[in-house]
């Protein structure tokens, strides 16, 4: 009687945390809070537009994202004879299932957030046609 009541609560604490996934692509669990994965400075792992690999297209840039636990956003390009920074804001919203970012009062968007674990960030940008998804790893 004992271990079907042992297994059973095995069971029941696996379908808890398998029902605690926010994100579609990420694991089900996770020490760490949203904030805390997301909060760091990262960099382009693999580029997506309309499911087609367009990674070559961005390998000679440098191109950062940060963000900071203030709800501060970074962003840093470097191309050739480019270069800019851009500053905004950031925060959850849509359960925390989406990032809104504001660089300014007209230049906002949002990241739908696909994955999101310490080594591990995808989110998707949709457009009227085109969906642009970035896959991004920590800053080394």
């Known amino acids: 009687m004992q271990k079907r009541i042992f297994y059973t609560g095995i069971l029941v604490t696996m379908l808890f945390l398998s029902a605690c996934k926010k994100y579609e692509e990420s694991s089900a669990f996770s020490l760490s809070s949203k904030k805390e994965r997301l909060c760091k400075k990262w960099q382009i792992e693999k580029f997506m537009y309309n499911n087609i690999d367009r990674t070559s297209t961005v390998d000679s840039m440098y191109l950062t994202y940060e963000f900071t636990k203030d709800g501060k956003y970074q962003e840093i390009m470097a191309h050739t004879h480019m270069y800019y920074i851009i500053d ?31 080594e591990q960030l995808w989110f998707v940008q949709h457009y009227d046609f085109v969906d642009i998804e970035y896959h991004l790893i920590p800053v080394k």
């Open 88 to 118: 905004g804001k950031w925060d959850f919203i849509y359960k925390k299932e989406s990032v809104l970012i504001s660089r300014s009062e007209s230049d906002n968007f949002i990241w739908e957030i696909k994955k999101l674990d310490k």
